[in-house]
């Protein structure tokens, strides 16, 4: 089965789709507060949103991201400070100074001199992971054609301290 393939998967697509409309919704609701510190978490039912904010307020922000998407504002689909980024970050950096630490070192040198090369190594994969990770993002863990995606319901969900906010699709 080819990767294109495995996206197409009923249950891979929904979740793509479904991660696409909580980065727009986000997108909506920061736009709206600034100061919003908000996660979501996307799966092939929907999205949950956790943060302070009115229930009301995601509603009404999941359905203008949903117009939005539908219209071909497919930026929105994808969010700078995704967990696919932060991934892609911490894979990258964590090769580099893997290589950078075993590449063409003897066994008796010292690990503390070849820190200046880590830093540096971890510095340029962090550079690159940055748009790289959007790319990820933008191919691999989200799909901005939502095509006849719809919100089928909005509500709070019980839990700690922390308001979570469900929005399931069909």
């Known amino acids: 089965m080819s990767p294109a393939s495995l996206l197409n998967l009923p249950f891979i697509a929904t979740t793509r789709r479904n991660h696409a409309l909580e980065h727009a919704t986000i997108h909506v609701l920061a736009r709206q507060n600034p100061h919003l510190s908000l996660v979501g978490r996307s799966d092939w039912q929907g999205y949950s949103i956790y943060g302070q904010v009115e229930t009301r307020l995601v509603e009404q922000a999941a359905h203008e991201a949903l117009g939005r998407l539908q219209a071909g504002e497919h930026q929105l689909a ?7 980024v932060l991934a892609t970050t911490s ?9 950078t630490l075993g590449l063409g070192r003897s066994r008796t040198r010292f690990r503390w001199a070849s820190l200046p090369e880590v830093l540096l190594a971890t510095t340029v994969a962090v550079l690159i992971a940055q748009p790289l990770g959007l790319l990820v993002e933008q191919r691999i863990t989200t799909s901005s054609d939502v095509g006849d995606l719809r919100i089928a319901s909005v509500f709070r969900q019980r839990g700690g301290s922390m ?7 069909r």
Not at 78 to 84: A, E, N, S
Not at 91 to 99: C, E, H, Q, T, Y
Not at 163 to 169: A, E, K, L, N, S
Request: with cysteine; aromatic share 4%.
């Open 78 to 84: 994808v969010h700078p400070r995704c967990g696919t």
């Open 91 to 99: 894979v990258l950096s964590g090769m580099a100074a893997f290589l």
């Open 163 to 169: 308001p979570i906010h469900r929005v399931d699709t």
